[in-house]
Structures are given as structure tokens and as C-alpha cells.
């Protein structure tokens, strides 16, 4: 007594949500399915801030980027910054990726994941931090989104927008999300 288009599936990934949406399918046996949106998180996200850019505010032609270009264009701005190796080894890329990751999944400052998880390079909180604001203003200017910022932009325009969160709620009635307990926060939050 549902209609399709009024279900959302969330899952973490593509094969997972095929997966299902085919079992439904199969247990139906129509392709009512095809019409409820499946999908990851993300690619839930990326369709929506582009159908929705003009309400948002946000140019439609976003560039994503994905975690090792984002590494990428950190170690770019680490350079513009003129941060160089010091006696102690600089983190490398991908550590300080890791660490602007998991300070934005978890709503934490820079200090404090390296704090709880990479003490040994308290001696770099500053330039760190220094270096995920210089990354994400690059982002801005270049219309880059990388993963963290597809959920962060979705999640603030849902709170922040009431125009766009009750159109939202208009259009899917039902979520339905594949291993919940494994979200971040700003997933639950979407949801």
C-alpha cells in the first residue's frame, strides 16, 4: 500500500542497495522497485544538492572528489602554505586527510582527534588545522566537494533550509537504512 517513489533506501554500498531493490523485485514480481531510490549515502546526496542546487545556493556543476584526490589537493595546500618537514616527521597526506575525516564525521576539532587517536603528533595541531582551513576554502572557490562535504552540505541544508526539508519529507515518506548502527553522525543526523 506504499508507493515506490515514496521509499528511500540508504545503504553503504551500490552492490548492497542492487542487491535488495533485486530481492524486492523478485518478491513482488513486477518493477514497482525500480522506483524507489537506492542508493549509498552519497550518492543519495549528490543527487539531491544537484536537483535542488537553485534552493540551496550551490552551483549544480559541483566537482566530487574522491579520497585520494582529496589527499592530493591537502598536500597542495600544505605546500602553499609553506609547511614544511621540521625535525619531526610531518604526517603524510593521507594521515592528515584522515584526521580532517574523522574530525568532521565525528563533529570534533583537529586537536581533538589527534588528542584521542595520533598523540605523537600534537606538535602539529596548529599547522594542521591551519591546513584544513586553507583546504577548505580551496574547495569552495573551486566548487570541490569531496565525501565528508557531500553529507555536511546535505545535512545543514535539511536544517537549516525549512523549504528544502519539507519538500524532502514530501517526497520520501519511508527510509529504510542498511546497517544503521554503522552511521556517523552526520548520516543519522540526514536521517
Given at each position: 500500500?506504499?508507493?515506490?517513489g515514496?521509499i528511500?533506501?540508504l545503504?553503504f554500498?551500490r552492490?548492497?542497495?542492487?542487491e535488495?531493490?533485486?530481492r524486492v523485485?523478485?518478491?513482488?514480481?513486477?518493477?514497482?522497485?525500480?522506483?524507489?531510490?537506492?542508493?549509498?549515502?552519497?550518492?543519495?546526496?549528490?543527487y539531491?544538492?544537484r536537483?535542488?542546487s537553485?534552493?540551496?545556493g550551490?552551483?549544480?556543476?559541483?566537482?566530487i572528489?574522491?579520497?585520494?584526490?582529496?589527499a592530493?589537493?591537502?598536500?597542495?595546500i600544505?605546500?602553499?602554505?609553506?609547511?614544511?618537514?621540521?625535525?619531526?616527521?610531518?604526517p603524510?597526506k593521507?594521515?592528515?586527510?584522515?584526521?580532517?575525516?574523522s574530525a568532521?564525521?565525528?563533529?570534533?576539532?583537529?586537536?581533538q582527534?589527534?588528542?584521542?587517536?595520533?598523540s605523537?603528533?600534537?606538535?602539529?595541531i596548529?599547522d594542521?588545522?591551519?591546513?584544513?582551513?586553507?583546504?577548505?576554502k580551496?574547495k569552495?572557490i573551486c566548487?570541490?566537494?569531496?565525501?565528508?562535504?557531500?553529507?555536511?552540505?546535505?545535512r545543514d541544508s535539511l536544517?537549516?533550509?525549512p523549504?528544502?526539508?519539507?519538500?524532502l519529507?514530501?517526497?520520501?515518506?519511508?527510509?529504510?537504512?542498511?546497517?544503521?548502527?554503522?552511521?556517523?553522525?552526520?548520516?543519522?543526523?540526514?536521517?
Open positions: 500500500g506504499v508507493e515506490p515514496d528511500l533506501l545503504t554500498t552492490k548492497a542497495a542492487s535488495m531493490l533485486g523485485q523478485q518478491l513482488l514480481r513486477d518493477n514497482s522497485a525500480k522506483k524507489v531510490f537506492g542508493g549509498t549515502f552519497h550518492s543519495f546526496s549528490n539531491i544538492l536537483k535542488y537553485n534552493l540551496l550551490i552551483a549544480s556543476d559541483f566537482t572528489i574522491d579520497e585520494e584526490d582529496s592530493d589537493t591537502i598536500d597542495l600544505r605546500s602553499e602554505l609553506k609547511i614544511e618537514k621540521k625535525e619531526k616527521a610531518f603524510r593521507k594521515r592528515i586527510q584522515e584526521i580532517i575525516s568532521r564525521n565525528r563533529n570534533l576539532t583537529i586537536g582527534v589527534i588528542e584521542e587517536e595520533f605523537g603528533l600534537k606538535d602539529f596548529a594542521i588545522d591551519l591546513i584544513y582551513r586553507g583546504y577548505s580551496y569552495k566548487r570541490i566537494f569531496d565525501y565528508d562535504d557531500l553529507m555536511d552540505v546535505l536544517r537549516d533550509n523549504l528544502f526539508r519539507s519538500r519529507q514530501k517526497e520520501y515518506r519511508y527510509i529504510m537504512v542498511d546497517e544503521y548502527q554503522d552511521t556517523n553522525i552526520a548520516q543519522k543526523e540526514i536521517v
